[in-house]
C-alpha cells in the first residue's frame, strides 16, 4: 500500500500498521436463509473470552482478534434453534471464515 505525508501513523509504523486477524462468517438457518440475532462467542481452552459478535440482518458475523489461541472454540446461539461449536486454530494474523447452518428445535426438544 502507498503511504503518503497524510498516512496517520507514520510516526510509530511507517511501514503501515499490520493487518488484524478476524473470523468472519455467515449463520443460516438449515434452508440457507440467513439468522439475525445470533451470538457468535470465540474462547480460549481455558474458558476465557476472545471475542463475541451479535448477527445482524444479513447473518454475517465479524470477530476481530490480533492475539493468537490455537486451539480455540468458536460456538454459535440463537434462540429456536440447536447450538453449534467448532475448534479452530487461529494464529490472530490471518483472515479464517467459518460458517454455519443451525437447525431448528422441534417443540420438546432441548440443546
Same mark, same amino acid.
Given at each position: 500500500?502507498?503511504?503518503?505525508?497524510?498516512?496517520?501513523?507514520?510516526?510509530?509504523?511507517?511501514?503501515?500498521?499490520?493487518?488484524?486477524?478476524?473470523?468472519?462468517? *455467515?449463520?443460516?438457518?438449515?434452508?440457507?436463509?440467513?439468522?439475525?440475532? &445470533?451470538?457468535?462467542?470465540?474462547?480460549?481452552?481455558?474458558?476465557?473470552? *476472545?471475542? &463475541?459478535?451479535? &448477527?445482524?440482518?444479513?447473518?454475517?458475523?465479524?470477530?476481530? %482478534?490480533?492475539?493468537? =489461541?490455537?486451539? =480455540?472454540?468458536?460456538?454459535?446461539?440463537?434462540?429456536?434453534?440447536?447450538?453449534?461449536?467448532?475448534?479452530?486454530?487461529?494464529?490472530?494474523?490471518? %483472515?479464517?471464515?467459518? %460458517?454455519?447452518?443451525?437447525?431448528?428445535?422441534?417443540?420438546?426438544?432441548?440443546?
Amino acid at each position: 500500500p502507498l503511504r503518503g505525508p497524510g498516512y496517520a501513523a507514520r510516526d510509530y509504523a511507517p511501514e503501515g500498521l499490520a493487518p488484524r486477524g478476524k473470523i468472519v462468517g *455467515v449463520i443460516t438457518d438449515a434452508e440457507g436463509w440467513p439468522l439475525p440475532r &445470533t451470538k457468535v462467542t470465540l474462547t480460549r481452552a481455558t474458558g476465557e473470552v *476472545v471475542g &463475541t459478535f451479535e &448477527t445482524r440482518k444479513q447473518g454475517r458475523y465479524e470477530v476481530l %482478534s490480533d492475539t493468537a =489461541c490455537d486451539p =480455540c472454540t468458536l460456538k454459535v446461539e440463537r434462540m429456536g434453534f440447536a447450538p453449534a461449536e467448532r475448534e479452530v486454530q487461529y494464529n490472530g494474523a490471518n %483472515s479464517l471464515w467459518f %460458517s454455519f447452518a443451525l437447525r431448528r428445535l422441534e417443540a420438546g426438544d432441548e440443546h
